[in-house]
């Protein structure tokens, strides 16, 4: 795999520092720059086009959420991660319609952040359990987000689906599994040969999949 | 002789009679007009002193927003930043995986802290995003609270206005749900925002008993909370009214034009 390149804005400089070189310190993964503001990254973008930038949300001159459309309107290629202290859901909410492809935040575990910076450059998205919770109901009301899968359609039997439903309805595997009468292991199991039916690399791309293709009821 | 004399007496008496009417008659327009005039006075002294009374409190409230947005930011930035970037830190730490997670539970626990104070000051979702998912998030909350039934819808333009404005509606709006809730015997609110570029209007309709503060002078003092609406309204120029609705409830409408 080749090397990710990463840019990384935050006005805070101890925060900074400490981003930069944890970053700088997973595998396979170099910083190319950091930036103290939006406005920054916007004007070093062009000299040295990273894959993915990592972007806080309030920020002097212009915060993450403008950079992340101006960057979504001037350079579509470039990945871009919000991590904030903000975690509530209308910030993800409002990040992700903006052009943000993944949402942290600053509460989550420092190696949550190699995970999403790989799961970004991937599948295109990266949220985890938290935030994938929060959009899930959106999602399915409005449709407003469009995951593109490159995969056939899949076949999922009648059980599949009904776990899906269930995860939907953010069911931990425990309750589905009582639902269902089955053992938890069971219902690991299905999930994992579901998420490898449709290239999925998490359950939201799962979750994802089933609103796309209208395979849960809302 | 005697007859003139007679009648000079008379006129003299006449005379003086008449000058000490003309004479009371002066006491009496003079005290009349002196006594307009210090009423005249006095009012002019009780409106000052009302207005005073007003401006004083725009400034208090206008004062208090600024210190608490001041405060909820440096708490934000400053110290938010600061225990995140040691917590971030310490996952780099070679130490004893317990005394770790110890640590980083009360790291988390201090940054929740932080968040929840500067929140509750100056909440973050209207300052980063705006008056309507502000408000919406505010509705959010209180129907968690599964009290009243909330109903929310927004329309219009995607504008952002000052934020003293943003801050004043949505101070109001929160008065105006709290009063709802602790005294109109409501069951269902409905909260509606247009925006545009040309300025904000906000409806808040209730099927309660029906308020309107009019019907409220008499009273000895009135609400702090209304006075506090009232101060906010002039504080950004904008108009609030109040209607009962039929059958029953209230109407409040606030409305605020950008003035250029």
């Known amino acids: 795999m080749n090397e990710i390149t990463v840019a990384i804005a935050d006005d805070q400089s101890i925060f900074r520092q400490g981003l930069v070189n944890l970053v700088g310190g997973f595998n396979n993964i170099r910083v190319l720059f950091s930036a103290e503001n939006g406005r920054e990254m916007l004007e070093k973008i062009p000299e040295n086009k990273p894959d993915l930038v990592l972007l806080d949300f309030r920020m002097p001159e212009l915060n993450g959420l403008e950079t992340a459309k101006l960057i979504r309107d001037q350079f579509s290629g470039v990945k871009v991660l919000i991590l904030s202290m903000y975690d509530d859901q209308e910030f993800v909410e409002t990040a992700m319609e903006n052009g943000a492809h993944g949402y942290l935040s600053k509460d989550d575990e420092p190696e949550e952040i190699e995970r999403a910076i790989l799961s970004t450059i991937e599948t295109g998205y990266y949220l985890n359990d938290r935030t994938s919770k929060m959009l899930i109901g959106k999602l399915i009301n409005q449709g407003t987000m469009k995951p593109e899968f490159k995969t056939p359609p899949v076949e999922f039997t009648a059980m599949e689906i009904q776990i899906l439903e269930l995860i939907c309805a953010e069911c931990t595997t425990q309750e589905i599994a009582d639902k269902l009468c089955k053992s938890k292991r069971t219902i690991e199991s299905s999930r994992t040969l579901m998420m490898q039916k449709i290239n999925a690399r998490n359950v939201v791309g799962l979750v994802m999949y089933a609103v796309k293709k209208n395979l849960v009821q809302s | ?260």
């Open chain 2, 1 to 260: 002789m005697d007859g003139q004399q007679t009648l000079d007496l008379g006129t003299v008496v006449i005379l003086g009679t008449m000058g000490m009417v003309i004479l009371a008659l002066g006491v009496v327009v003079f005290s009349f007009i002196y006594q307009r005039r210090m009423t005249a006075k006095q009012n002019e002294l009780t409106m000052l002193d009302l207005q005073h009374q007003k401006e004083l409190m725009g400034a208090v409230i206008q004062t208090k927003e600024l210190e608490q947005r001041r405060i909820a930011l440096e708490l934000h930035d400053d110290v938010g930043s600061t225990l995140t970037a040691i917590k971030f830190s310490v996952s780099s730490f070679t130490i004893d995986e317990k005394d770790k997670e110890l640590l980083n539970n009360n790291l988390a626990d201090a940054i929740q802290k932080v968040r929840r104070i500067s929140n509750d000051l100056l909440p973050s979702i209207l300052e980063e995003l705006g008056l309507v998912t502000g408000v919406k998030s505010l509705i959010k909350t209180l129907n968690d609270n599964k009290t009243l039934n909330y109903v929310f819808e927004s329309s219009g333009e995607h504008v952002r206005h000052p934020k003293d404005v943003e801050l004043a509606c949505y101070r109001i709006l929160q008065e105006l749900l709290n009063n709802i809730l602790k005294y109109a015997n409501a069951t269902e609110v409905h909260v509606t925002i247009v925006m545009s570029q040309s300025g904000i209007t906000i409806t808040v309709t209730d099927d309660g008993d029906g308020f309107v503060p009019e019907e409220h002078l008499d009273r000895e003092r009135p609400s702090l909370g209304l006075k506090n609406i009232e101060s906010r309204i002039q504080q950004i120029k904008g108009e609030i009214t109040y209607e009962k609705r039929l059958p029953k409830g209230t109407k409040v409408l606030i409305d605020w034009k950008r003035h250029e």
